[in-house]
């Protein structure tokens, strides 16, 4: 019988033990930089308490069946719309037990709780798991986080909260409602997205913020769509009202010394130091496109970059307490519905993208925009995307701050102990429609006749803490009047008040904003310290290399360093990397297959045969090297991942942050981040970035969807004047380098100047190898820089008579059919920079041509795509100069995929060219 009982019920009754493995990691036991490998501890189900389930098996399966189904009937909506759902797993005659009966059960090993009949057992079950707050975590894979889990919740009635802790928390929504109140009455037009109905959220915050203050933790990041937002900027983290008045009149959030186009009220974000039980904590909480979600990512990458900054998480090799802290809070709608969320927990544990666990909060309106819940998702809950990475899930009622408090306690301490992501569910309504002006009537009757026939959440709440004689009523009527004349005050400075800088603080006050003339900077290095650094890019003691690379990369690669000459674009990034180390810079690469590269060519990151150790030689240039290389080899997703490094390149300047993608045109899987952060950041919020996209290019032949980078779409999204000359100050680079050592300065350029700019690199494919397509160490050396624009000076300009202009790696396709034809009087000139335009550049290469009759643009893209489109309005507008087309014709796909019409293309574009 006891083996029949052990066998039938083996999950829960097994003795278990979990093996020591890896939290995260590669194949490598030392770990790498920016993933220092720990193991977790064993865990065992100690004999005693088994002995005590196998002994009572009826009474811990009925337990068990709450832990489980529980939620299912939770009273956890506070509109109370739906009935109580029958969950026959509940029934204790299921298990052959009265409910009523008097038996004495012995809870050690089964329940958290003192001896007891059966009934109060149930009792005590029904409360716990059925009631204002439920817990679903019996999917998660450890049985030491099931153990720990049903422990604290069934225990949270323990968690005390003081008197003077109950009095605050009514204090807080108070305000929170106060707020909104005030609003309404002075803005009646505006969309404040407002916290009606879901106030209570304010505790969840508040627990966070004290939990953060308990322990190690310095940094909060914190990502927050529209609704509440302006509720918890003002009520919780200190931001001034009386900006936000201003903003709601029309009036800009910035001095008029900056540059900058601003954003719509419901994006406001915020960094500032909040005190806590006498400690600071800094709370980040970064601002938030209208896009959904989107922001998700970004905040987890900033808080990578601040576990960087504190050396601690995964750039740590010795355990302990965590100092960085992400939130993430989403709306229902769009938790269970935007692919963001999903691509974001996929990376959530990933090696060079784990950060120890997020707290999740689901403000859950129970309503999208007008979709009701049933209509909005196929799941049960808005939640169970959770479940893909078995993170457990708090449903709580907002009519119940107290347990939004206690519930929030016990996410904090798993996240603390298990390093793991928590999502809290916080079951809410919405006071009105989608916004304030809205009326929700129209699509949603029902649930408004239950909204507005019932009191407010803070009301509900004070009312309790003023019958218990926690407080008089007037004491709470005295802190929202304290309250109301703050915000009067306000009010009344709005003509008057001057908004202050809040951009380049910190970190960044060594940073400027970009001015409006192109400067040029000294991105050249010592030879000598660049013949050691490539030395050293591929020195791997006591490495079995493949041997491959040993021959193609690293023998070629020292050979190549005592030469100086015939360097590839490999050597040339490594060479940038290495110097750029050297000086003090993180840098990081991340994408697909970036350790390699997906064409073979970086092996950045090389692999013993034998042990399948790694080593990334870059990262051991010096003793006392305080600057590192991270390849973080990327899960297959573009938007949550290059979110994730926009995020951390907001964070620090002094990071080089770079995103490769495996072909340029993969980038459309994440346009959403290349919309609202990377091109239109600075202008919005005016946070710089030096986040490089490289973005592999070239019409080879490989068909629509590997061919191009879709050049012509971040050129349209470009601030590039089509009448005046451009300056530093456009919104973002782009470039389109032929040569190694362009690659190389654009590189060092990122870091050396004293402002950042996103930069788009229409990186190489065939150029990698192309015998032509190498430099020198002099190209690199100090004195040179990045050259926006190259000449030909292979020509002799009296004798030109076409002048071809092109850009990228068509230049050698045209110079070969030049050689071929033996033409004297074509001059071919490239632009490397697109944006900003090299008007002045281009300019000193026209001068040079006086005989010059036909000036052409020739592209292997077709018409309507690459730079043609941008390049001729500013030819003829700021130079004065026609030209005259030559490329493929107009096409809805960057390109066919049958080779002879390909090949067919190639020829005539040459022809057209040189005819």
């Not at 005050?489 to 960044?508: I, K, T, Y």
């Not at 180390?581 to 690469?589: A, C, I, K, S, T």
């Not at 879709?710 to 601030?719: A, P, V, W, Y």
Request: charged share 20%; hydrophobic share 35%.
């Amino acid at each position: 019988m006891l083996s029949r009982l052990k066998l039938l019920h083996s999950r829960h009754l097994q003795h278990f033990v979990e093996s020591l493995k890896p939290l995260s990691g590669y194949h490598t036991k030392s770990g790498i930089y920016g993933n220092y490998t720990r193991t977790t501890t064993g865990f065992k189900i100690d004999e005693a308490t088994v002995q005590h389930r196998i002994y009572q098996s009826n009474i811990y399966r009925l337990v068990e069946a709450y832990r489980c189904y529980g939620h299912k009937k939770a009273a956890l909506d506070p509109l109370q719309l739906s009935e109580a759902e029958c969950v026959p797993e509940l029934d204790p005659a299921l298990y052959g037990i009265s409910a009523e009966s008097n038996q004495i059960i012995q809870t050690e090993g089964i329940f958290h709780g003192p001896n007891m009949t059966v009934e109060e057992l149930v009792n005590s079950l029904e409360s716990i798991y059925c009631g204002p707050a439920a817990l679903e975590f019996q999917h998660l894979e450890s049985s030491e986080e099931r153990e720990w889990l049903a422990s604290a919740f069934e225990r949270r009635g323990d968690i005390e909260l003081t008197a003077q802790t109950r009095v605050e928390l009514a204090d807080i929504m108070l305000r929170c409602q106060a707020f909104d109140h005030f609003l309404a009455n002075k803005f009646v037009n505006v969309k404040r997205y407002g916290g009606e109905g879901g106030e209570s959220m304010m505790a969840i915050f508040e627990e966070i913020f004290n939990k953060c203050s308990q322990s190690s933790i310095s940094d909060v990041v914190i990502c927050m769509p529209h609704r509440g937002r302006l509720n918890f900027l003002t009520c919780m983290l200190k931001f001034p009202p009386v900006i936000m008045f201003k903003k709601m009149k029309g009036l800009p959030e910035f001095p008029s010394e900056v540059a900058g186009s601003g954003d719509v009220l419901s994006h406001l974000y915020t960094s500032v130091d909040i005190k806590y039980n006498n400690k600071d904590v800094h709370v980040s909480l970064i601002p938030n496109p209208s896009h959904l979600e989107a922001n998700n990512p970004v905040a987890v990458g900033k808080a990578r970059s601040k576990q960087q900054t504190h050396q601690c998480g995964e750039y740590s090799p010795e355990t302990g307490d965590d100092k960085v802290l992400c939130v993430q809070v989403h709306g229902d709608a769009s938790f269970s519905a935007q692919g963001i969320v999903a691509e974001t927990f996929c990376i959530a544990e990933c090696p060079h993208f784990n950060i120890g666990g997020s707290i999740h909060l689901i403000v859950n309106n129970q309503i999208g925009f007008t979709t009701e819940a049933s209509r909005g998702r196929s799941s049960r809950y808005s939640s169970c995307l959770a479940k893909i990475n078995a993170y457990p899930v708090i449903h709580v009622n907002a009519d119940f701050p107290e347990e939004v408090m206690r519930v929030t306690s016990i996410a904090m301490d798993y996240r603390k102990k298990f390093q793991k992501d928590v999502i809290i569910d916080f079951i809410c309504f919405r006071k009105h429609g989608h916004n304030e002006l809205d009326d929700p009537f129209f699509t949603n009757p029902k649930m408004y006749k239950a909204v507005r026939g019932r009191d407010s959440i803070p009301n509900i709440y004070a009312k309790n803490v003023v019958s218990e004689g926690l407080v008089e009523q007037e004491q709470l009527d005295g802190m929202v009047k304290a309250w109301n004349t703050t915000l009067a005050d306000n009010m009344s400075m709005v003509d008057s008040f001057v908004p202050q800088r809040f951009d380049l603080q910190q970190q960044w006050r060594q940073m400027v904003q970009a001015g409006d003339v192109v400067t040029l900077w000294d991105t050249g290095v010592s030879v000598d310290l660049l013949k050691f650094i490539g030395q050293k890019s591929v020195t791997c003691p006591d490495l079995k290399v493949h041997p491959n690379v040993q021959k193609a990369h690293v023998d070629r690669r020292l050979e190549k360093m005592k030469d100086g000459r015939g360097l590839d674009w490999a050597t040339a990034e490594a060479l940038a990397f290495g110097s750029l180390l050297y000086q003090g810079f993180n840098v990081r690469v991340s994408g697909q297959d970036v350790g390699r590269g997906t064409f073979s060519h970086r092996h950045g990151m090389l692999v013993d045969q034998e042990t399948d150790e790694i080593h990334i030689p870059l990262n051991h240039i010096k003793d006392d090297q305080t600057a590192f290389l991270e390849l973080a080899n990327s899960a297959l997703s573009e938007e949550a991942v290059l979110g994730f490094e926009y995020g951390l390149s907001i964070d620090h300047p002094n990071n080089l942050v770079i995103w490769e993608a495996q072909f340029g045109d993969f980038f459309n899987g994440a346009q959403i981040i290349i919309d609202t952060y990377i091109s239109s950041g600075e202008l919005k919020w005016l946070l710089q970035t030096g986040l490089v996209m490289l973005l592999p290019h070239g019409m080879d032949g490989a068909g629509p969807e590997h061919s191009s980078c879709r050049i012509e779409r971040f050129l349209q999204m470009c601030d590039s004047s089509e009448v005046k000359v451009d300056g530093d100050n456009v919104n973002m680079l782009v470039a389109n380098p032929t040569t190694p050592a362009q690659y190389f300065h654009l590189l060092r350029r990122q870091m050396v100047r004293n402002f950042r700019k996103p930069l788009v690199v229409v990186a190489p494919k065939i150029l990698l190898r192309l015998p032509e397509a190498t430099s020198s160490l002099d190209e690199m050396a100090p004195g040179t820089t990045f050259q926006t624009v190259m000449g030909d000076p292979g020509v002799s300009p009296g004798k030109v008579t076409k002048v071809v202009f092109c850009s990228g790696k068509h230049y050698y396709t045209l110079t070969k059919e030049r050689e071929n034809l033996k033409l004297q009087n074509v001059a071919i000139i490239r632009l490397e920079s697109l944006c900003p335009f090299p008007s002045a550049e281009i300019q000193t290469e026209l001068n040079k041509f006086s005989n010059a009759t036909d000036f052409i643009w020739s592209q292997e893209e077709h018409r309507n795509m690459g730079a043609w489109s941008f390049v001729s309005p500013r030819f003829e507008n700021i130079l004065g100069k026609k030209l005259r087309y030559v490329g493929r014709d107009h096409l809805g796909t960057p390109a066919t995929g049958i080779g002879q019409i390909h090949q067919a293309e190639a020829k005539a574009l040459l022809q057209q060219t040189f005819n």
